[in-house]
C-alpha cells in the first residue's frame, strides 16, 4: 500500500484512467499495475494501447495548459497532468512516462510505501 494521502491518490488514478481511456481507441486496452520496489516505494503504472506522445513532447506534458499535437481530438484545457504533478508532489512522490509513437504512453506514479500495520494478537 502507497503512503499519501488517500483522496489525492484516487484523485490522480482517476485521471491518468480518465486520460488513458480518452487517448485509446477501440478496440485498444487500457492496463492498471501496481508494484512494490525495493526501497519501500510502490509504483502504479497506467498502460494505454493509444497513439502515443511524441519523443519532443514528452517533457512538456505536466506543464499547465499544454495540449500536445494529438489532443485536438480530445477535450480539456491541458491541465489534468499538471494537477496530477502537483498532488504527487504534496505527497512527497514521483511522476513520469514512458511513451512511444505508434504503441501508447504508461504513465507511473511512484510513492513511499505505507507502513505495514501490525496484526492484533488474539
Known amino acids: 500500500m502507497a503512503a499519501g494521502d488517500p483522496v489525492l491518490l484516487r484523485q490522480v488514478m482517476i485521471g491518468l484512467l480518465t486520460n488513458a481511456c480518452a ?7 487500457v492496463t492498471l499495475r501496481a508494484s512494490r520496489g525495493e526501497e519501500k516505494t510502490v509504483t502504479i503504472e497506467v498502460q494505454d494501447t493509444g497513439k502515443g506522445i511524441p519523443p519532443e513532447e514528452q517533457d512538456r506534458v505536466f506543464e499547465r495548459f499544454y495540449r500536445g499535437s494529438a489532443t485536438h481530438e480530445t477535450e480539456g484545457f491541458g491541465l489534468g497532468l499538471s494537477i496530477a504533478k502537483r498532488m504527487v508532489d504534496v505527497m512527497g512522490g514521483e511522476i513520469g512516462l514512458r511513451s512511444v509513437p505508434g504503441e501508447g504512453s504508461t504513465f507511473w506514479v511512484r510513492l513511499r ?4 500495520t501490525p496484526t492484533p494478537v488474539a
Open 113 to 116: 510505501a505505507a507502513k505495514p
Open 23 to 29: 487517448h485509446t481507441p477501440a478496440p485498444g486496452t
